[in-house]
C-alpha cells in the first residue's frame, strides 16, 4: 500500500461544475497537507497549503483535511477549461523535507 | 514562470551513460531540491541541498549523485543509465530549508529518454 493513494482518473466534468478531489493516506505524521496543480509539459505549482485539519478556502477553490480519517480533499466550484490539468496532493511531517506525492489526477473541464 | 530553470530540457542517451542534469533556482532561494516524476511511481523526492550542504535524502539510487555549488545552482548526476531511469527530472526550490512550508516553486523539469 503506497503511502498516499490518489484515484488517477481521468475525470472528466463541463464548464461550471464543482470537482471533488480527493486523497488518503496512511502516515499518521503528515501535519502539512498541499495541493498542486501541474499542467501539461509544466512542473507543478502550490495551488493550496494546509496546515493540520480544518478547511482553507482561496477563491473557487476549497481545501479539506480530516485527519481522524487521513483524508484530504479539494473542491473546485465554477470549474473553468483553464482548470483543466493534473493536481496533486502532498503532504509531509514536521520537520521532514521528504514531501509524499500522490500519483496525480487528470481532470479536463469541458466547454 | 517559476524562476526555477532546468537544463537541458530533453536528453536521450543510451543504456550505461551518465547524464548530468542542471537546475538553478530562483533567485534568493537558497534551498533546491530534486525529484523524479515517471508514470507509475508519480513524483518521488530524490535529495535536497540547502546553501550547499544536503539536508535531507529520499529514495536517491546509489547511481545518482547530487551537489550545490557556491552560487546555488545544482546538478543531479545520473550514472550507469538503466531503461527504469528514464522519467522527467523536477527541480524545485524554496527560500527556507523545510518543505513543511509547501511553497516549493518548480522548473520545467528535464525529459530524460534512456534507451
Known amino acids: 500500500q503506497k503511502e498516499v493513494e490518489q484515484d488517477p482518473g481521468p475525470l472528466s466534468v463541463p464548464e461550471g461544475a464543482i470537482v471533488s478531489l480527493n486523497c488518503t493516506y496512511s502516515n499518521s505524521a503528515f501535519q502539512y497537507f498541499m495541493w498542486y496543480r501541474q499542467y501539461s509539459r509544466k512542473g507543478p505549482e502550490l495551488l493550496m497549503y494546509?496546515?493540520?485539519?480544518g478547511n482553507k478556502e482561496d477563491g473557487r477553490f476549497t481545501a479539506q483535511v480530516d485527519k481522524s480519517s487521513k483524508y484530504i480533499s479539494l473542491f473546485i466550484r465554477d470549474s473553468q477549461p483553464s482548470d483543466s490539468a493534473t493536481y496533486l496532493c502532498?503532504?509531509?511531517?514536521?520537520?521532514?523535507?521528504?514531501?509524499?506525492f500522490g500519483a496525480g489526477t487528470r481532470l479536463t473541464v469541458k466547454p | 514562470d517559476s524562476g526555477v530553470t532546468q537544463t537541458p530540457k530533453h536528453l536521450i542517451t543510451a543504456t550505461g551513460q551518465r547524464v548530468t542534469l542542471r537546475c538553478s533556482p530562483r533567485s534568493g532561494d537558497l534551498s533546491v531540491y530534486w525529484y523524479q516524476q515517471s508514470l507509475d511511481q508519480g513524483l518521488q523526492f530524490l535529495i535536497q541541498?540547502?546553501?550547499?550542504?544536503?539536508?535531507a535524502k529520499g529514495n536517491i539510487l546509489e547511481r545518482f549523485s547530487a551537489q550545490q555549488f557556491p552560487d546555488l545552482h545544482s546538478e543531479l548526476n545520473l550514472s550507469s543509465l538503466e531503461l527504469g531511469d528514464s522519467a522527467l527530472y523536477f527541480c524545485?526550490?524554496?527560500?527556507?530549508?523545510?518543505?513543511?512550508?509547501?511553497?516549493?516553486?518548480f522548473g520545467e523539469g528535464s525529459r530524460l529518454t534512456v534507451l
Open positions: 494546509t496546515y493540520s485539519s
Open positions: 502532498a503532504m509531509s511531517a514536521l520537520y521532514n523535507n521528504d514531501m509524499r
Open positions: 524545485a526550490s524554496s527560500v527556507s530549508g523545510t518543505a513543511n512550508t509547501g511553497e516549493l516553486f
Open positions: 541541498y540547502y546553501n550547499g550542504e544536503e539536508r
